[in-house]
């Protein structure tokens, strides 16, 4: 069985852009979380999505948003990109039915603001 | 929100010794996960563990959940076993649907 894919995997923007990054859950997974990864914060939880549902947000400005779609993969986006967002972005499924599943994790996607 | 310790925060070790990892959390846990992440910054599942006693190789996990501890043994350890772990747990009520991460244990094992 395929794992969680992340595209893609590196990325270089201008501050004041915008970036959108992808995440394919493992097949019958219906829960993606997104995780922020820095050196100064470590590991922070963004967003959670269920059957197309956000169930629980982390503590980010509004500029990070995301959503999923009808076969579970999901998007995040970032608008008006800041020197601070450079991190690694890391994206994990699990079946979600209970919301106390075993989470797997994909490759991550190496975000650089300039 | 829920707040989760590691110990200890570095680890040195020669090829062949054993160590043990150490995870406190604060409160009531559904889950409880222990991860290694890789030098490319994937995070490897090692065991999914919100109680009792696992094995798995080289590398096993207990978790008292109701002491609200778990630790992480690596015996004969290998210099591929460096790197970071983390653990990280699925609290309950406001904390449901996250994962909340430790600092980490960055381990190095030299030949």
């Known amino acids: 069985k395929a794992g969680v894919t992340q595209t893609p995997r590196y990325l270089i923007k201008t501050r004041g852009q915008q970036v959108t990054l992808s995440c394919s859950p493992i097949?019958?997974?219906?829960?993606v979380s997104w995780y922020q990864q820095t050196p100064g914060q470590g590991l922070q939880f963004l967003f959670e999505?269920?059957?197309?549902?956000?169930?629980n947000k982390g503590n980010f400005p509004g500029r990070f948003s995301g959503r999923q779609f009808s076969n579970s993969r999901s998007e995040m986006n970032v608008s008006t990109l800041e020197l601070g967002d450079s991190a690694l972005y890391l994206c994990?499924?699990?079946?979600?039915?209970?919301?106390?599943?075993?989470?797997?994790f994909g490759p991550g996607t190496r975000l650089t603001v300039t | 929100g829920i707040q989760v310790e590691q110990s200890p925060p570095d680890l040195i070790l020669q090829e062949g010794a054993n160590s043990t990892l150490r995870c406190n959390f604060s409160?009531?846990?559904?889950?409880l996960q222990w991860f290694h992440q890789n030098p490319w910054g994937q995070l490897i599942n090692l065991f999914y563990?919100?109680?009792g006693t696992k094995q798995n190789g080289r590398l096993s996990a207990t978790t008292v959940a109701t002491e609200r501890y778990s630790l992480l043994y690596i015996s004969s350890s290998q210099t591929t076993d460096s790197g970071v772990y983390f653990c990280?747990?699925?609290?309950?009520?406001?904390?449901?649907?996250?994962?909340?991460f430790g600092k980490g244990t960055l381990l190095t094992v030299n030949p």
């Open positions: 994990a499924s699990s079946l979600g039915g209970t919301g106390s599943d075993e989470q797997y």
């Open positions: 097949s019958g997974h219906r829960s």
């Open positions: 409160d009531s846990v559904n889950n």
């Open positions: 563990i919100p109680s």
């Open positions: 999505y269920f059957s197309e549902t956000q169930r």
């Open positions: 990280a747990v699925e609290g309950r009520g406001g904390s449901n649907y996250k994962l909340t």
